[in-house]
């Protein structure tokens, strides 16, 4: 909403300065986002005198002049007729950018081969007059060189007020200034509707018929005859520009006028083009076409109200006049409409036909149903003075449904509880009278207050208090503790632990990644998720701003890859990310999906950043692997094995490459290589390796409590074994067989080296293990070690077919 | 042979006095006391001599063998001395052996940051879904249908009853559902609204709060939020509550503060107002206390909400919004 302070001081006195009142506004609820000198471009155009005019050697019609600017004399070429020696002048100079000019800035150049430095301008150029006949003729006595800015005295500012919703009231000039009133303590000022000379009678040229009473429980309609069309006078055009809007012809810009004078929206129809001279308010017909005054045939529906005559739609109601019956050229007769619609009706249709407008922006937030009458009567006397018709004696006014104004109680206690106040009965009186609600006081604590119409948003108690706290000034109540109730808030364990995981996979050399909950359908295809998978069960966004961002995730690393392939792309080779984040997978668009947190990783490059110490070397699964057993490790989650993912739970990772995570008999995730195709799809270059873990299923598998043990008091042993085993025998096998012994002198294992290759027969490894043995209760000796270790060499050996080396 | 071990003893001594470096000293050692050294022999021919004469030669021989030893070692360390003495050391400006450390995200962090302001102040963490009902994101918060206070915020919809969150508020009347004053809640999470530009990303991070009890007031809401703008920004900064409108709340405040960047005197962060939005609050509507089945004469409440990526903005001087989601290292690895 725009207003401009010239046009508000015609309602209220205001005598604070530009930067208090655009404070004093948004303090009181009116929050003014932008304040704009509206004439801050003549600040480039100056008072500058024109020494000699002679007529351009090339160009019958065009003058060359000399133009004295105060500080030097320049050429400029004019083209106005009213052009003439010693005339006092307003002259943009080049870099000058004005309203007229669509933001280019002019600039020095050849008119018909005659250099021309500046620009003499005419009223209409400088937006402060009409005055087309030619350039604007100042006052001699001006100064030469001042800026007009300074010369004219002209001030006015633009301010936008980033309405609230519940606002309607200050859709209007009158309004706004009704808050600047209170201020002030003083009160708005409403303007004079003339009382012009009126003949005939109304109701023997038209008639108004309102079929659906709920829809439209207000017509009022006044009439003026042989009005002229024609452009409007300077005051009117200088009032719409003053707030934004385009002045069209006199007719339509006093409709706007007054509908920004009072926030009523007003229709003109051409009383010829109704035929059988009557309004009908009804709703349309399923389907009906109509075409709105933007050239645009909508589809209508039985929810549009239609203002309509005797045989047709004229105009959908409250949202835009047809083409059919809009004011045009040689419109003499002028019916103006000036209605209440319902706000939910309007929306309704507004958002059907996708159609906002001034209009229905205020209809459907709420005008004052008790302004109709007086936006018309305001309009019409207007009309009547402004295009020289004349006013048909009397208005219609078809009201079927009154507007009942709020009654509510107000208790002092429970206001002044509420808002940590101590105000008076008295005061709250004076707070909620100073914007015109009627206020009596009933008993000590109590006060009875009937809401003015145009107070829409006024149903409650509550709503009441909350001008209360507005008008006396939010700054003003004092800044208080609550008691706290002595009761502790510790993080719940879903939260701790995911901080806590984060903060690991900092320390494992992680980044954290945040992507967006949305992906594109294709995904799914990208992955190779075959067609009974769960994550094919996408959640579609109906008005998705992209089709890249057209369905809830179902799964996390396409996000991820997304990062790897923007990171690699800008140089960035080696990278480590994880992201926590939700997956969604469909139960139908009618109800809510199955929201899954993961956590998921990608790493690729480097298994560092390049280094002197150290050769260059690429990531492998075994890092990836090694970050997630850490955490695991970390948060002692125990019994977890990695078995290999066998060809079909392959998706998009590489077969034997793969493996899923279990602990006890949950799977937690998996760990795997990116498959070739799916590198392919995603666009990636370089080799990829992923973990993708459900949160829910790992902080299942965090033991409630930590069982810490005794340090050892006896040495331990360690005894190595060497065997060479077929090339498909998994070590973790051969360590859970290992770790299977009930010995209790045997301690821990793990695997000290792999080799393949030279003196090792094809499709055969040689893998070595480190055993530690210890007891509890005294140093072991070498003899019983070697019993031990000998006897679960030979069993293992048996078990998995292997050889001595 | 008495004699001859009293020259071992002195030669010995005397190759130790000269010996030049370790490796030298080994040698000595493997000649003397090693498996066929000469004091090692003489140990071992002390069997062959006559009964008598064997205490006083093994007593001998133990003699010179300590004081072999004890002159090694303390040759040892002197050569040691000189060696570190002697050396020059190794190139200290080459960069260290780093453990890799990764970083959060910066609106991880923030989110910390906030919530534990608020956990030090009593208040417990929810979370809750985000692709929610329209009943839980707009009705049971007061917002009615076919209202326009429904276009403050742009939804993402699923279908004519389900959506994206476009607020951490539904967790209010989720709350307010299952449980009984006094509560305090805040509610981290991530909310979508479409709509994308320099200052806007279709999906952000908000955190919501709420306190509820008998006799909280307007004053409680300026004490808890004032302290929090104390503590995420810090005690200099000034800050306003201005009357705005949430249909969950009345009256509603818009909390600013005076801007970071030019405090106060106005620049393009702050639109030259010299004040930022950074919190919406209010008392809660007495509309939502009776969709949760409360007793509006005696239970009154405030609940806040808060942007994460706007305080991240503000904090870390970052002014294009879309960074957060890149997941550009270059960009991550500043925080």
């Not at chain 1, 009942?404 to 909620?432: D, P, V, Y």
């Not at chain 2, 498996?35 to 001599?49: A, C, E, P, R, V």
């Not at chain 2, 949430?246 to 600013?256: L, N, Q």
């Not at chain 2, 990526?309 to 925080?335: C, P, S, T, V, W």
Request: charged share 25%; net charge negative; with cysteine.
């Amino acid at each position: 909403m725009k207003v401009s302070l010239n046009w508000l001081k015609e309602y209220a006195p205001i005598n604070k300065d530009i930067t208090e009142l655009s404070d004093s506004l948004t303090m009181a609820g009116l929050e003014i986002e932008t304040v704009e000198s509206r004439f801050e471009y003549l600040n480039e155009v100056i008072v500058a005198k024109v020494n000699s005019a002679k007529k351009h050697p090339d160009a019958d019609k065009l003058s060359v002049c000399e133009v004295d600017t105060g500080e030097k004399v320049i050429q400029v070429v004019c083209g106005a007729p009213n052009v003439r020696d010693g005339l006092t002048v307003a002259l943009a100079l080049p870099g000058t950018i004005l309203p007229t000019t669509e933001g280019k800035p002019l600039k020095k150049g050849k008119i018909r081969g005659e250099k021309s430095e500046g620009m003499i301008c005419s009223a209409i150029e400088l937006q402060i007059g009409v005055d087309a006949d030619g350039i604007i003729e100042l006052d001699t006595n001006l100064t030469i060189g001042d800026t007009l800015l300074k010369a004219l005295s002209l001030e006015d500012y633009t301010l936008e007020i980033g309405l609230t919703p519940n606002r309607p009231d200050c859709l209007g000039l009158i309004g706004v200034a009704r808050e600047i009133a209170a201020m002030e303590n003083t009160s708005v000022k409403f303007p004079e509707v003339k009382d012009l000379a009126a003949s005939g009678d109304i109701n023997e040229h038209v008639s108004v018929t309102i079929e659906d009473p709920e829809l439209c429980p207000r017509y009022t309609a006044a009439l003026i005859l042989d009005a002229k069309v024609a452009d409007s006078p300077f005051w009117l055009q200088d009032r719409l520009l003053s707030v934004g809007l385009t002045p069209i012809n006199n007719i339509v810009d006093i409709t706007n006028f007054v509908m920004m004078e009072t926030g009523q929206p007003l229709h003109a129809f051409d009383l010829d083009h109704l035929e059988e001279s009557r309004i009908v308010v009804k709703r349309a017909n399923e389907g009906d076409k109509f075409t709105t005054l933007d050239d645009k045939e909508r589809t209508l529906s039985s929810e549009t109200l239609m203002i309509c005559d005797g045989k047709k739609p004229v105009a959908v109601g409250g949202v835009m006049g047809g083409q059919n019956s809009e004011i045009g050229d040689n419109t003499t007769k002028v019916l103006l409409e000036s209605a209440y619609f319902s706000p939910t009706s309007i929306r309704k249709t507004a958002k059907k036909l996708n159609l906002g407008t001034d209009a229905t922006h205020r209809f459907e937030r709420g005008v004052d149903p008790e302004g109709t009458l007086f936006a018309l009567k305001r309009a019409a006397a207007l009309i009547a003075e402004l295009t020289g018709g004349k006013l048909v004696s009397g208005v219609i006014d078809e009201n079927p449904i009154k507007h009942k104004r709020t009654e509510l109680n107000l208790s002092m206690m429970q206001t002044n509880r509420a808002l940590g106040l101590k105000l008076s009965i008295e005061e709250i009186k004076k707070h909620l009278e100073s914007v015109e609600f009627e206020v009596s006081i009933k008993d000590e604590d109590t006060l009875f207050v009937i809401a003015p119409g145009f107070r829409v948003d006024v149903s409650r108690p509550v709503d009441l208090m909350e001008e209360v706290a507005r008008l006396e000034g939010y700054d003003k109540i004092p800044v208080t503790h609550p008691v706290a109730p002595s009761v502790s808030a510790l993080p719940p364990k879903v939260t701790f632990y995911r901080d806590k995981i984060k903060d690991m996979l900092l320390g494992l050399g992680m980044t954290e990644a945040i992507n967006y909950s949305f992906i594109g359908d294709n995904n799914a295809d990208l992955l190779m998720l075959p067609e009974n998978d769960d994550r094919r069960k996408m959640l579609g966004i109906l008005n998705p701003l992209t089709e890249d961002q057209g369905v809830m995730r179902t799964s996390v690393i396409p996000g991820l890859l997304q990062n790897m392939k923007h990171n690699n792309a800008n140089q960035n080779k080696t990278l480590k990310l994880f992201e926590f984040g939700n997956i969604f997978i469909s139960n139908g668009q009618n109800q809510q999906p199955t929201e899954t947190e993961m956590l998921a990783g990608v790493i690729t490059g480097g298994t560092k950043d390049p280094v002197w110490y150290q050769k260059e070397d690429s990531v492998s699964f075994y890092d990836a692997k090694g970050i997630v057993e850490e955490l695991l490790e970390r948060l002692k989650i125990e019994n977890v094995t990695y078995t290999s993912l066998s060809v079909d739970e392959c998706l998009y990772t590489r077969k034997g490459y793969s493996a899923k995570i279990i602990s006890g008999n949950k799977e937690i995730g998996l760990i795997g290589k990116v498959k070739t195709e799916v590198k392919e799809n995603f666009d990636l270059k370089q080799d990829a390796f992923i973990f993708e873990l459900s949160y829910e299923n790992l902080l299942s598998a965090v033991p409630e409590s930590l069982n810490t043990y005794p340090l050892p008091i006896y040495p331990s042993v360690t005894r190595d074994i060497t065997m060479i085993v077929e090339k498909d025998v998994e070590a973790g096998d051969i360590l859970k067989e290992f770790k299977g012994f009930k010995e209790k002198l045997f301690e821990s294992v793990r695997v000290s080296d792999l080799y393949e290759g030279d003196n090792i027969e094809e499709g055969y490894k040689s893998l070595s293990f480190r055993l530690t043995y210890r007891s509890e209760n005294t140093t072991l000796k070498d003899k019983k070690v070697n019993k031990i270790h000998t006897n679960m060499s030979k069993r293992i050996i048996e078990k998995f077919n292997a050889k001595l080396p | 042979m008495n004699k001859a071990i009293e020259d071992i003893q002195k030669e010995s001594l005397e190759e130790i006095d000269n010996a030049k470096d370790l490796k030298e000293l080994d040698s000595i050692t493997v000649k003397y006391t090693g498996k066929k050294g000469f004091i090692t022999s003489f140990s071992k021919n002390l069997s062959n001599l006559p009964s008598e004469e064997r205490p006083a030669a093994g007593k001998k021989v133990n003699e010179v063998r300590t004081a072999f030893e004890s002159a090694l070692a303390e040759k040892i360390v002197s050569i040691k001395r000189e060696i570190e003495e002697a050396d020059t050391g190794i190139d200290v400006s080459l960069p260290g052996v780093r453990p890799a450390q990764g970083a959060l995200h910066p609106v991880t962090i923030i989110t910390r940051e906030i919530c534990s302001i608020f956990s030090s102040m009593g208040f417990n963490i929810a979370e809750g879904p985000e692709v929610e009902t329209d009943y839980y994101n707009f009705e049971a918060l007061n917002f009615p249908h076919n209202h326009p206070a429904r276009e403050m915020q742009d939804t993402y919809y699923v279908s004519e009853n389900i959506l994206l969150r476009t607020h951490t508020s539904p967790m209010q009347a989720r709350v307010m559902e299952k449980e009984k004053p006094p509560l305090k809640y805040i509610v981290p999470g991530k909310v979508y609204r479409c709509d994308s530009d320099i200052t806007h990303t279709p999906m952000f991070h908000q955190v919501e709060g709420l306190m509820v009890d008998e006799n909280i007031s307007f004053g409680d809401l300026k004490g808890v939020l004032t302290s929090f703008i104390h503590q995420i920004f810090d005690e200099d900064t000034s800050l306003r509550f201005r009357p705005s409108f949430f249909p969950f709340t009345e009256p509603s405040a818009e909390v600013d503060i005076r801007c970071v960047i030019c405090r106060g005197k106005g620049c393009r962060v702050c639109s030259q107002t010299g004040w930022l939005e950074i919190l919406g609050s209010g008392m809660v509507h007495p509309g939502v206390f009776e969709y949760a089945g409360y007793d509006t004469e005696v239970i009154t409440g405030f609940a806040f909400g808060m942007g994460v990526e706007r305080i991240a903005m503000l904090k870390y001087g970052i002014d294009d919004i879309r960074k957060y989601y890149e997941n550009d290292i270059r960009f991550l690895g500043q925080f």
